[in-house]
């Protein structure tokens, strides 16, 4: 068998497994293990799993991941979300698609303190999406926007996708945490943007103006100062260099747990189910780092990936194709595999690649570069059908809104980040801008 063919059964056997619908983790770990066991034999494949488990579970980066999920549990259990869209609809409640645009300011701010699509999206649905349908907004918007504003979570810091991919290439993580800042930013008024536009092009979509805008009161500023005050000391702490990432996360989630006590919301039976929740998560991840890392192994003893990169080396494409192709190839991954796997699956295959094009810049920001973009196409995989996470979650929330109603809301967000890709694509310097700003 040819390297090519055994790659391709690989990939194959892979896919197979998650037809039948064996857990992504089992099914890399189970392709790995047929691609190792061929090349290698039996023992050495046994040598390598042994060692590579507690290679990857003892190092202390790891820890910053359950740490961070334990911060976003901690904000969805602890009320967090209702003060904050409280106060955005106060701000955007006087708009046409007000209210969408404060359900995408709410999923922004909880971003910053959650870390995850998933938690942004369910738990800003559960308070956004009855205020919204009460007001007349039509399920389509409702639900569209709300999938859309959940990828908030993933797009600003604290982001996992981010952590992974910084433990993946051995990039900083709080200069891709801050690199990760204006895109994010900007990724909110493009969302809020293409609400303004979508409801003036089609009509029926929301009220014309609200009839009774919610007040803005001095509760309601309070009430979001504790979001503000756990933003401002977990990352000015990290940029600031007073502690580490993973101090950073400690710490984070510690005043989360503090705030969410504070406001009366955490009971015994919460806090519990934030740490099962944590440790669900983490363990799924941690799993999935296993299956990937024989995968991975498995194909570069074919020798292929390298094989791959000397080939399109040798093709003379601009960098910016090379890394275009790689973009549209995550966009078509995103239609069958979660972000998780997507990332410890490809990652270790193209960054080689991208970090030997010259791209005119820095080998460390083009690293972290290439890390926003990854994160840009991960967003988009969450909502893009024919599987979009997101739209999954909201979807079965609001049971009365037929998923094809959903994935019609979704199109003007997806136009956005079309756009907002193409943008950090051809112009790295506005997500690179504030890395070297910072120093």
């Known amino acids: 068998m040819t390297p090519l063919e055994l790659t391709g059964l ?52 790891l820890s910053v991941i359950p740490l961070f999920i334990l911060m ?38 909880f971003g910053a303190i959650s870390g995850s699509s998933v938690a942004t999206a369910a738990t800003i649905t559960g308070v956004a999406l009855p205020e919204m349908r009460r007001h007349g907004y039509s399920g389509r918007l409702a639900t569209g926007t709300l999938a859309a504003g959940g990828t908030l979570g993933i797009q600003l810091p604290p982001s996992v996708v981010l952590v992974i991919y910084a433990i993946l290439t051995e990039q900083n993580i709080s200069k891709l945490f801050a690199a990760a800042v204006i895109p994010g930013i900007i990724a909110m008024v493009g969302y809020m943007i293409a609400v303004a536009i979508y409801v003036r092009v089609v009509p029926g979509q929301a009220p014309e103006v609200d009839e009774a805008p919610e007040p803005m009161t001095f509760a309601k500023i309070m009430g979001v100062l504790p979001i503000m ?80 990169a000397a080939v399109v080396g040798g093709w003379g494409l601009p960098p910016l194709a090379v890394v275009g192709a790689i973009l549209i190839f995550y966009v078509l991954l995103g239609a069958v595999m979660d972000e998780m796997s997507m990332l410890l699956l490809t990652v270790p295959i193209f960054f080689p690649m991208v970090m030997g094009l010259d791209f005119g810049m820095p080998k460390d920001l083009v690293g972290i570069w290439f890390g926003i973009m990854v994160l840009m196409t991960v967003g988009f995989g969450l909502i893009a059908p024919p599987v979009g996470l997101n739209v999954y979650v909201v979807n079965s929330i609001s049971r009365d809104v037929p998923m094809s109603e959903s994935y019609r809301g979704v199109m003007p967000f997806l136009a956005s980040d079309v756009i907002r890709t193409l943008l950090f694509l051809f112009f790295p310097i506005i997500p690179l801008w504030l890395v070297q700003y910072l120093g």
Request: hydrophobic share 55%; aromatic share 16%.
């Open 229 to 308: 005050i756990i933003f401002t000391l977990v990352f000015g702490g990290i940029y600031g260099g007073f502690f580490t990432p993973t101090e950073g996360a400690a710490v984070g989630s510690a005043t989360t747990l503090l705030t969410a006590i504070a406001k009366r919301e955490m009971t015994f039976k919460k806090f519990g189910e934030c740490f099962m929740g944590t440790a669900t998560s983490a363990a799924m991840i941690f799993m999935i780092f296993i299956g990937a890392d024989l995968m991975n192994a498995a194909l570069a003893m074919t020798q292929v990936p390298a094989q791959l």
């Open 10 to 61: 690989i990939f194959a056997s892979m896919l197979c497994f998650m037809a039948v619908r064996f857990p992504i983790s089992i099914s890399m770990f189970l392709a790995g293990a047929i691609g190792y066991i061929y090349q290698a034999g039996w023992i050495p494949f046994e040598n390598f799993v042994n060692a590579q488990a507690f290679a990857r579970f003892a190092g202390y980066d």
């Open 72 to 109: 976003g549990n901690f904000a969805t259990k602890g009320g967090i979300s209702k003060a904050l869209f409280s106060f955005a609809a106060s701000v955007m409640g006087r708009f046409k698609g007000g209210l969408a645009m404060a359900s995408l300011l709410a999923c922004a701010a």
